[in-house]
């Protein structure tokens, strides 16, 4: 068979007719040339922990700190953003290890401050509280205080009580060291589940544990997806105080630093209205006064009464992080094809 090749003339014309439009695509690509090269990258990083934060379901994405999450990556054009999926436990061993690492839902404590650098706080939220079974309230009945908060301590050191808990998760210095006095004592059951509050109430109902701790708003938005509505009761710890402060982290590196020097003057615009708004669409109505004092007396101003809100841009920033892309100069660049990364 003989083959037929073309004139040294043809080839070079044939290669120049093919290289010059790949040249011109290629000048025009969003590719990562130059300075884009050198964009730092923020790492995102989400607990399935509803309603704070929501990775799966129908309302996926739309936890109230995503919602802060949205806001904040808007406001911070000059990184890259994506976003991975983890339980604390895996948050909390890569922020000691990656640069630039960051979670909107973090309470401040001196432990983590020796590895996590913190942004000013983005709202006054209710502490977490105790949950007991309703069917059990007689058994604790003598441990609640007039003013209607559970003495946790009093029932674990006098009834033998035992609380089970998250592991990893502060909840609040306070109850923080309840628990850890509690741990000497081996009367705390810790979890390690990726759907905590079910675990948790699991541990209530097989009888492992008298007291669950959890926000009051977990609580809520568990019973209102369960026909269990009846089944538990919610109560303030007595001593807990009547707030805690959530915070943006991020790792306590230089670029974490940086991260949160540019994040504070958003924090700053947004708090009074979208990230207190975002905060307040999950707790009931009859406590928005409540929120609203707190929220004066941790930051001095009043919040803003307006809805919650989420703009297309909030929306394309959430669809493009949750199915695996990358978020940049407002626009979304190709990445993981369906799901952000799951870290184990």
């Known amino acids: 068979m003989t083959r037929i090749r073309p004139a040294p003339s043809r080839l070079r014309k044939t290669l120049r007719s093919a290289l010059v439009p790949l040249l011109v695509a290629l000048a025009g690509a969003p590719a990562h040339a130059s300075g884009d ?7 995102w990083y989400m607990i399935d922990l509803p309603p704070i934060q929501m990775a799966s379901g129908p309302l996926r994405g739309k936890g109230y700190t995503d919602v802060i999450r949205w806001r904040l990556i808007d406001a911070l054009p000059g990184y890259r953003h994506v976003l991975r999926i983890a339980n604390v436990q895996r948050i909390l061993a890569d922020i000691k290890t990656k640069p630039n690492v960051c979670n909107p839902a973090f309470l401040r404590t001196p432990e983590r401050e020796q590895f996590m650098v913190y942004a000013d706080p983005l709202h006054a939220q209710f502490p977490n509280g105790a949950v007991i079974q309703r069917q059990r309230r007689e058994e604790v009945q003598r441990f609640v ?32 060291g309840l628990i850890e006095k509690a741990r000497t004592q081996n009367r705390v059951v810790t979890l390690t589940s990726n759907r905590p509050i079910e675990s948790k109430l699991g541990m209530l109902q097989k009888r492992r544990a008298e007291v669950a701790l959890m926000y009051p708003y977990e609580l809520s938005y568990h019973l209102a997806n369960t026909p269990d509505h009846d089944a538990y009761d919610f109560f303030p710890v007595e001593g807990n105080g ?11 590196s230089p670029l974490g630093e940086r991260i949160i020097a540019d994040a504070n003057p958003v924090i700053a615009a947004e708090r009074d209205g979208h990230f207190s708004a975002a905060y307040r669409a999950w707790i009931p109505e009859s406590i928005h006064g409540l929120h609203a004092a707190h929220h004066l007396h941790a930051f001095g101003t009043q919040v803003q009464p307006q809805d919650l809100v989420i703009s297309e841009t909030d929306q394309a920033i959430a669809t493009c992080l949750m199915d695996g892309g990358t978020w940049y100069r407002k ?7 369906g799901q952000p990364r799951q870290e184990d």
């Open 145 to 176: 205080t007039p003013e209607g908060s559970l003495a946790v301590d009093e029932l674990i050191e006098q009834a033998q009580g035992t609380v089970t808990v998250q592991s990893g998760r502060s909840y609040g210095v306070v109850l923080d």
């Open 37 to 43: 090269a050198d964009v730092p990258t923020i790492e």
């Open 331 to 337: 626009r979304c660049e190709a990445g993981l094809p």
């Open 242 to 252: 009547t707030y805690t402060l959530n915070h943006l982290a991020c790792s306590r």
